[in-house]
């Protein structure tokens, strides 16, 4: 009864609509859009310069991470949270700086956990794969996670419902320290399946990996990680038979080739899936390329490389493409981060943000490129950090590099004095003319931006207010025999 009641109160107020023509028409709800599905690329040790479409005269190819660029936007000031491995992933999937969730440095104080760390992400934290999964999707990682190897800091632990890939760098093997290391350990969910895989293979195989996860998963929404292994930490990075020799830039290039070939194999799946216009790709890098002699990667048009605090070693290619909502063919020089991720993804998603506070800002407006859009970073600072030092801070177009007495110049904490400079790296990228002595209220300005970080974060021994606990174990035990 109280149905039909309701109906009929429909079909009259239908028909009140219909004879009443001359009033406006309500303005319906915006429609609410669908939940795009991510596909987050974060490769291992890859430069700027790498790419052709940041790089034109890069002599490897890279024409579909091009094809993404032309079918969305670059971002041309994106910037990891630290130079190196496990800090820049401790960021990237919790919103937060490396050093507010106690990743920026090892169990032993070095810069990367290692094998049997007694150290890692403290289960509490919420990563991305955590909120989105509590939203409804399906969560995998594929490829390399370093951010602890022991059980309880495992992907499966942090929010991911499948795994499949190393725990850390494919370099850690058991010849470096075979008293300690075990095998390389390549893991499905939480076991070990085969140790040592063939690093030759690892990027085709993570392909296939992911193109399974997409297939399984193609009628709800989904958040695939892909941190592939390569070029990684090598100086001859593994590529398989098909990509050997073949391009005109070395191991480290063919490597690269091999990765757009992934990139080109995802994004068919996702068309044929019918998947590509809800889904969000971002494709970056977790670090600058590393110096090698002969050089093989590159931070072009950036200064320094990898594992620095340089601009070459974390402010990172980046592409993110969104067919219809991120604009195509443009390139967007905002400040932005990979801590900026989470609360976009939690956004667009509808999901929650973590229940403890983190230091990424939802960026859709750049995302969009609605006009005036600014990066929080601006008001903030950006901090830039190596190991547990603050070395720079960027907010708008200026770098300030800390005045320092002992500056870490290396991950051993070989250190030197360094002296106050600022440069404009949004028009001088390469950072030529030191222009401090022109600026005295910028220097100010973001001196106070580096105290405001320096107390929240912490700074050398000094610690931040913001600061939490990493995980711990007592007794590590090695994931193979
Ligand atoms: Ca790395």
Redesign the pocket.
């Given at each position: 009864m109280k149905t039909l009641s309701i109906l009929l109160t429909t079909v009259a107020g239908l028909l009140a609509g219909t004879v009443e023509s001359a009033e406006p028409e309500p303005a319906s709800p915006p429609r609410p859009v669908p939940k795009p599905n991510f596909v987050l690329f974060f490769v291992?040790?890859l430069g700027n310069g790498d790419l052709h479409c940041f790089n034109p005269a890069m002599p490897h190819r890279t024409p579909n991470v091009d094809r993404l660029a032309a079918e969305g936007t670059k971002f041309t000031s994106f910037y990891v949270a630290s130079?190196?491995?496990t800090p820049?992933?401790a960021a990237l999937l919790t919103g937060c700086y490396p050093r507010r969730v106690d990743l920026h440095v090892s169990d032993s104080n070095s810069a990367?956990l290692q094998p049997l760390a007694r150290k890692g992400l403290h289960p509490d934290e919420e990563t991305i794969a955590d909120v989105l999964q509590r939203a409804g999707y399906a969560t995998g990682i594929f490829g390399k996670w370093?951010l602890g190897d022991q059980p309880p800091f495992l992907p499966l632990r942090q929010g991911f419902q499948e795994f499949w890939g190393l725990p850390y760098?494919d370099d850690m093997t058991k010849d470096k320290r075979p008293a300690e290391w075990p095998e390389l350990p390549l893991m499905r969910g939480d076991n070990v399946i085969e140790a040592p895989p063939d690093r030759d293979y690892l990027v085709q195989r993570t392909t296939a990996e992911v193109i399974g996860f997409l297939e399984r998963n193609q009628s709800r929404p989904f958040f695939a990680y892909i941190p592939h292994m390569m070029p990684?930490?090598t100086p001859h990075p593994f590529s398989s038979a098909a990509f050997r020799g073949k391009s005109a830039n070395g191991d480290y290039g063919d490597s690269v080739e091999e990765l757009d070939w992934s990139t080109g194999e995802i994004m068919a799946a996702l068309k044929r899936l019918g998947l590509d216009d809800r889904t969000l790709v971002v494709w970056t890098?977790?670090?600058g390329a590393?110096r090698r002699n002969p050089p093989q990667g590159s931070g072009a048009p950036y200064c320094g490389q990898?594992?620095e605090t340089s601009e070459a070693g974390m402010r990172m290619p980046c592409v993110m493409r969104w067919p219809g909502r991120i604009p195509a063919g443009q390139v967007q020089d905002e400040l932005c981060s990979t801590m900026d991720l989470l609360p976009t993804f939690v956004n667009l998603a509808g999901a929650s943000l973590p229940a403890r506070p983190i230091d990424g800002r939802d960026i859709r407006p750049i995302l969009f490129g609605e006009p005036g859009a600014k990066s929080h970073w601006d008001e903030m600072g950006f901090g830039y950090y190596r190991l547990e030092q603050l070395q720079a801070v960027r907010a708008g177009s200026w770098k300030l590099y800390l005045p320092l007495p002992n500056k870490f110049t290396a991950l051993n904490r070989k250190a030197e004095p360094a002296k106050l400079e600022l440069f404009d790296v949004r028009h001088d990228v390469s950072e030529t003319r030191e222009i401090s002595g022109e600026h005295p209220d910028v220097v100010r300005r973001l001196t106070g931006l580096a105290e405001r970080i320096r107390a929240e974060i912490g700074d050398m021994d000094q610690p931040g207010t913001g600061q939490r606990g990493a995980g711990w174990v007592d007794n590590p035990k090695p994931l193979v025999r």
């Open positions: 291992d040790n130079g190196v491995c820049s992933r990367v370093h760098s990684g930490s890098s977790d670090n590393v990898g594992y």
